[in-house]
């Protein structure tokens, strides 16, 4: 887990003025909005006696621990102790951590760490079709494994003749060599691998994409916790089918994730459809998770603990770029790796990875 990080960390439509408990990172974070709207983000634990303060209220811009009533402004600063005569001061420690946050395309953000705002990195930007032109459907899950060992099978071209083998993987050839080039930034890395001959099958999705020989699939990673998976089947023009799968995994500690997912499609965009698409993202989701909760380590093994192939090289590049911020020192504490060998996977080119 990596802090110096924007972590995206809820929808924004489910933030309000009830304040809403977070869980990630092995804390508690309690988010609300203020009487203007903004979004508030304290560590959801009072500095008197630990109660959460997600269990209380929100007056104005403030939030009132559920147990003595302590009122805590946005900057976490307490402004009134309820059984303290008003002129007795506030004693100074009497502050929760408070947390910068932003809010945009859909998400709430929660900065987590100690760099200064000048050398943090921005915010991603997700293509802008998703959000303009596509309809979008939202799924929340909690699930039994680690977050970046989630990512990962999203990052992953090869799993889908396998995991999704009873879905929509029927329609794509066993033995396809999978071979691409990662272009990477930063903090995210981007991967394009198209298919040219799909074979039959009956599932609903597969019936829909009858037909359409193309199928592109483009998929990126946004460190610290976020895929994106872009899906168009039938070229470019008009009439492609498309479909995107952008998931914000929580880790919750280090073999427990929540995921956040909106998968938006153009097609069949009627809202009362939603619940349909909700449940073909759940079942699609359900196929990897089933499959990653089973992994003999949960936390990300040193790269060269595992054995990669040529088709790993989007999820070698997540795992490097991981390394190279574990290496920084950037690693929370239960991160598993020992930033010595931190360093080594981060200096190593992908290529020399692949056994
Ligand atoms: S524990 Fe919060 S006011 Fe006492
Ligand atoms: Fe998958």
């Not at 760099?115 to 915010?123: G, M, S, Y």
């Not at 023009?237 to 799968?245: D, L, R, S, V, Y």
Request: net charge neutral.
């Amino acid at each position: 887990m990596l802090k110096n990080f924007w972590y995206a960390c809820e929808f924004s439509s489910e933030v309000t003025h009830q304040p809403k408990q977070i869980v990630m990172l092995n804390q508690r974070f309690v988010v609300y909005r203020n009487s203007q709207g903004q979004v508030i983000a304290l560590k959801d634990q009072c500095p008197h006696r630990g109660a959460a303060l997600s269990l209380g209220w929100v007056e104005g811009d403030c939030i009132r621990c559920p147990y003595h009533g302590w009122k805590f402004q946005a900057d976490g600063r307490c402004i009134d102790i309820p059984a303290n005569a008003p002129e007795v001061p506030i004693p100074k420690k009497a502050i929760a951590t408070s947390y910068p946050v932003r809010e945009s395309q859909g998400f709430i953000w929660l900065f987590y760490g100690d760099l200064p705002e000048a050398e943090r990195h921005p915010l991603p930007t997700f293509p802008a079709y998703l959000s303009t032109k596509m309809h979008a459907a939202y799924n929340d899950e909690i699930e039994c494994a680690n977050y970046a060992r989630l990512m990962e099978v999203n990052l992953d071209f090869a799993h889908v003749v396998a995991i999704h083998r009873k879905s929509f993987g029927q329609r794509v050839p066993m033995n396809k060599q999978i071979k691409y080039r990662v272009q990477e930034d930063a903090w995210s890395g981007v991967a394009q691998f198209s298919y040219d001959s799909l074979g039959d099958s009956k599932t609903v999705l597969n019936l829909l994409l009858g037909g359409r020989p193309e199928f592109t699939t483009t998929l990126t990673y946004y460190l610290p916790n976020i895929t994106l998976a872009e899906i168009h089947v039938g070229g470019k023009g008009k009439n492609a089918i498309k479909i995107g799968i952008l998931v914000a995994y929580l880790p919750i500690d280090e073999k427990t994730s929540r995921s956040k997912r909106v998968f938006y499609r153009n097609f069949l965009t009627l809202p009362w459809l939603d619940g349909w698409a909700r449940k073909l993202d759940y079942a699609m989701g359900h196929e990897d998770t089933v499959v990653v909760e089973t992994l003999a380590e949960q936390p990300m093994p040193r790269i060269s603990e595992e054995l990669h192939v040529a088709a790993d090289a989007l999820a070698l590049s997540f795992r490097k770029q991981q390394q190279k911020y574990l290496a920084k020192g950037w690693g929370l504490e239960s991160s598993r790796h020992p930033l010595t060998s931190a360093t080594e996977d981060a200096t190593q080119p992908v290529t020399s990875l692949v056994n």
